[in-house]
């Protein structure tokens, strides 16, 4: 195996291991309560604009996580293909090296030693094609072989760029991931200070409130990986806010609307501004059961339309999985995925 490859698959152990660290929430450290404000509003404004900064913080996270991914997955192929060519190459010199012998050894001849040896100018003609046969098939060979080294070698090249870029992504996700253990320990710590009415206000402001009327018993949709996707996310209804979460007993944003489209066999990335980008844009207007529905420029929230001016979404720290109104303040857009 040569030195380059060993080198690449230590490297591709090494990422593996990296990218499977997680948050360890339990373990972020405390941080100081904020001094107090001069009225109950200020407090909850204070805390709301934090949390909606924090949200946006975790889906740069998010997003980082799932360009990770995907420059994993853009080493792995590139691995691949240094295999394929090496493969390629192998058996292409063994068939240059077979040609050689032909033309060289045994039935091996040149132009006089035909003209010498033919009985007749039929026979000779014969052994001319014959030869100018063996050098065409020899000079495709080493050109086949020439094409197979160059793809190799560029195959080579393109894995260890493809290494590099995603150690450079390893880098800045356990950055990221450092700074927001922080941020979400700062933020726990000023939410507790808070009355419940300092709470209750923060949340309204951040998540939209929660609707006075129980959520719909039953909501229906116009296909059935639709319905799936929203029944999926009604049956989480409860389940607390975490960040950087995507499941199965607790969720952020963009990690619900995954964990719901993922059940109807749809993969979406645990990203509120990389699922904003999929599907089609539908109106306000237009809105079905089912679609996606997003929040703030750049997007940083994300949650599932049920009908009714009505969504279903994670919404933020200290409210659970819940049904709120869609007209929330930072309504962006919506998508339909099916």
Known sequence: ??????HWRKRSLLLAVIAVVGIDLASAPAAAAPGDPATVEDAASLVAERGHQLEVLTEQF???RENLQSQQAAAAAAEDEVTA?????????????????TAYTGDGFGALQAF??????????????????????????VDRVARAQAAAEE??????KAAAEAQQQVDKVTAQQAGLQSEIA?????????????????????????????????????????????DTAMAQLGDPYVWAAAGPDSFDCSGLTQYAFAAAGIPLPHSSRMQAATGQAVSRAELQPGDLVYFYSPVSHIGIYIGGGQMVHASTFGEPVKVGSVDMSGYAGARRIV
């Open 1 to 6: 195996m040569p030195r380059s490859t060993r």
């Open 62 to 64: 998010n997003e980082a």
């Open 85 to 101: 060519a090496e493969a390629e190459l192998v058996v292409l010199r063994d068939q240059l090296a077979g040609v050689a012998q």
């Open 116 to 141: 010498m040896t033919s009985g007749s100018p039929e026979e000779f003609l014969d052994r001319v094609a014959l030869l100018e046969s063996v050098a065409g098939h020899h000079n495709d060979v």
């Open 155 to 160: 195959a080579q090249a393109s894995a260890e």
């Open 186 to 230: 700062d933020y726990q710590a000023q939410y507790t200070a808070l009355t419940a009415a300092q709470q209750e206000e923060a949340d309204a402001a951040h998540g939209g409130r929660t609707l006075a009327a129980a959520p719909p018993s039953a909501v229906v949709a116009n296909s059935a990986a639709a319905q799936t996707a929203v």
